[in-house]
């Protein structure tokens, strides 16, 4: 296919498409708006998936047309470069005046451009890109801009420390992972992948991240005080601890399950949150009892038994997706109750079959492990709940760990409106679609394993 070929083709499955999307009498013709309204339910969504599919393969032209730019706009050509020729400072500003975006989109152009490009030698032979899986991903239209940049920026980071065959398996694997979930999943993926791929590195990014922390107040026009917060991942581990354990006991009261309050809490999410923050600041003030939901708050710390002993490697405090070094993490154990992720044995009965309904605090502790927050979507794990796959009553479903599943309110009841399937191991869980999602029912995989290497093959777990 030529240069234009891809584009050309996308517009022909798009007129199509859109064409089949419509009524067969009585449709407007020449009015855009009209005809959108006028789109079937089905025929919406494929001309919606064929937009994107266009819009992707348009950026991917978009990049090599930005990388050329900034070829031509080099230092080595002066003031004869291509984007000062044309009135502009550096070619990212020129991406961005012709694009109508921001900077930072133009700089991602470019960026992702470049990184995708191929190369040439001294001797003008023609060379692979740097990264050839996420070039092929983003040529073939698979790939967004955002996801490209997120994975290259990343390898590029840890290129001179990171070993290559390693290096080029995560690469190919994250490219997998970027086409079956989101740009905020994909974004946890390349953070834990960069710490595997630069295990050194991990502390020097941390006393980066604190150096940057900071915490700024002011009052507006109107009366409301603003605060903003940067922190690093140690510093936000007990704020968002706390704020969460009070959150959660607010929006546990609202269950209608129980008996309805005198007054409905009508509160949005934001402002449970503020109401929050006041009240652990009233506490610190003065207050001489323990605001409940805070007893039972802790901030848990997860790595491996080897990592603890030796410092060295990572580890993760659940609710944040940026790794901390060992060092951090022995650091924060020796200044609070520190929960390790050692599950099982005869200490702690994981396994309680039909002898008890819900879960037990060791039992989340082991599902969030395996899930690493809600199995499906990825949502924080400070707002998901253990379910059973079996149900409890209709299906004399056991409270084990493989018939248990960390699931956010949203996708808990999605599963079951649309009939979805869920397989679980002590180490992964598998979501199989219904039929009319997948004919195929091909199973997903969720929870922490969608992160994982194969050593052997460099294949994503999934």
Same mark, same amino acid.
Request: net charge negative.
């Given at each position: ?9 996308? +517009? ?26 006028? $789109? ?10 064929? $937009?994107?599919?266009?819009? !992707? ?22 003031? =004869? ?9 550096? &070619? ?55 996801? =490209? ?12 420390? *990171?070993?290559?065959? +390693? ?42 991240? !604190? ?25 936000? *581990? ?5 704020? /969460?354990? +009070?959150?959660?006991?607010?929006? !546990?009261?609202?269950? !209608? ?6 007054? #409905? ?9 503020? #109401? ?60 609070? /109750? ?96 219904? &039929?009319?999602?997948?004919? #195929? ?22």
């Amino acid at each position: 296919m030529d240069t234009l070929g891809a584009l050309e083709h996308d +517009l022909d499955v798009l007129r199509a498409e859109w064409s089949g999307a419509l009524p067969a009498f009585g449709a407007h013709s020449g009015d855009a708006q009209a005809e959108v309204e006028q $789109l079937s339910d089905a025929g919406l969504v494929r001309v919606t998936d064929r $937009l994107a599919r266009l819009r !992707r393969d348009a950026d991917a032209l978009l990049t090599r047309v930005a990388a050329e730019v900034a070829r031509r706009s080099g230092p080595e050509y002066g003031e =004869a470069g291509l984007a000062k020729a044309h009135g502009f400072h550096n &070619p990212v500003r020129l991406v961005a005046a012709a694009t109508g975006g921001s900077r930072g989109d133009a700089a991602r152009l470019v960026a992702v451009g470049v990184a995708t490009a191929e190369r040439q030698s001294f001797s003008g032979e023609r060379l692979p890109s740097r990264h050839p899986h996420v070039a092929g991903a983003v040529a073939a239209g698979r790939l967004s801009v955002d996801a =490209a940049s997120a994975i290259t920026s990343m390898l590029d980071r840890v290129a001179m420390r *990171a070993d290559p065959t +390693l290096a080029d398996a995560t690469e190919s694997a994250l490219v997998g992972l970027a086409c079956r979930v989101p740009l905020e999943v994909l974004h946890r993926g390349v953070r834990e992948a960069e710490a595997r791929l630069d295990a050194d590195g991990v502390e020097p990014r941390e006393e980066q991240l !604190r150096a940057e922390r900071s915490l700024t107040i002011r009052e507006d026009g109107n009366g409301l005080v603003h605060l903003h917060a940067r922190l690093d991942p140690e510093s936000a *581990a007990p704020v968002k601890a706390a704020i /969460e354990a +009070l959150v959660g006991d607010a929006l !546990r009261r609202r269950d !209608r399950g129980r008996a309805a309050p005198a007054v #409905d809490d009508t509160r949005t999410i934001p402002q449970v949150q503020a #109401d929050a923050i006041a009240a652990i600041c009233r506490h610190a003030l003065g207050c001489e009892q323990t605001i409940a939901p805070l007893a039972k708050a802790s901030v848990i710390v997860r790595m491996d038994l080897d990592t603890l002993r030796d410092g060295i490697g990572h580890a993760r405090i659940d609710g944040i997706d940026q790794p901390i070094s060992a060092g951090t993490a022995r650091r924060m154990s020796a200044d609070a /109750e520190l929960i390790p992720a050692v599950f099982g044995g005869d200490s702690l009965p994981l396994d309680l079959g039909r002898g008890a309904r819900l879960f037990t605090r060791a039992q989340r502790l082991a599902l969030g492990e395996r899930d690493g927050g809600c199995a499906s979507c990825g949502q924080n794990i400070g707002y998901v709940d253990a379910h059973h796959i079996r149900w409890w009553e209709r299906d004399t479903g056991p409270t084990d760990l493989s018939n248990g599943v960390m699931l956010c309110s949203f996708c808990h009841h999605r599963i079951h409106r649309e009939g979805w399937d869920i397989r679980a191991t002590r180490t992964e869980v598998w979501f199989i679609p219904p &039929p009319h999602v997948d004919p #195929d029912q091909r199973p997903r995989l969720g929870g922490r394993a969608r992160f994982e290497l194969d050593p052997a093959s460099g294949e994503a777990a999934a």
